[in-house]
């Protein structure tokens, strides 16, 4: 018995390629967001904030938006995720998911910037009494010797 296999399209043959290629893009141009649903899940958070930026004059987000909601999650949480929707309906706003994603990760960076900072002045104080504690240490030494 002899199976046929498909002949894979032409369009199939470059969606591969686009696929097995995808951290070469930049400028997705006007290509179709059919073609584009299939090649942009494929990419890594930079690759796609690569396209998004690269991409001029055109929104992406009606493909992209989904898979920015699942780095979100991925990233974030999905508990956190979940709220950020709970305050969009409350607030009976809507948000792209790249700038969602985009203020999370600058309050993430801020945040630990500021745990940073408070290590360090933590440290900076520490480092302050142990000198103080070392002169101390030698000016009682100094007086014992003198003694």
Wanted: charged letters at 30%; one cysteine or more.
């Amino acid at each position: 018995m002899h199976l046929k296999r498909k002949v894979p399209s032409l369009v199939d043959l470059c969606v591969r390629t686009a696929i097995d290629n995808v951290r070469y893009l930049g400028d997705v141009g006007e290509t179709d967001l059919d073609l584009l649903e299939h090649i942009l899940p494929h990419c890594t958070v930079d690759q796609l904030m690569h396209i998004e930026n690269s991409t001029v004059g055109r929104d992406l987000s009606p493909v992209t938006d989904k898979l920015w909601k699942k780095f979100y999650e991925k990233q974030f949480g999905t508990e956190n995720a979940n709220l950020v929707m709970k305050r969009m309906k409350q607030n009976n706003a809507s948000f792209k998911w790249i700038k969602l994603y985009e203020a999370k990760l600058k309050d993430v960076e801020e945040a630990q910037n500021k745990s940073l900072d408070r290590i360090r002045q933590l440290y900076k104080k520490e480092d302050a009494l142990i000198t103080q504690a070392s002169s101390f240490i030698s000016i009682f030494k100094h007086q014992l010797v003198i003694k």
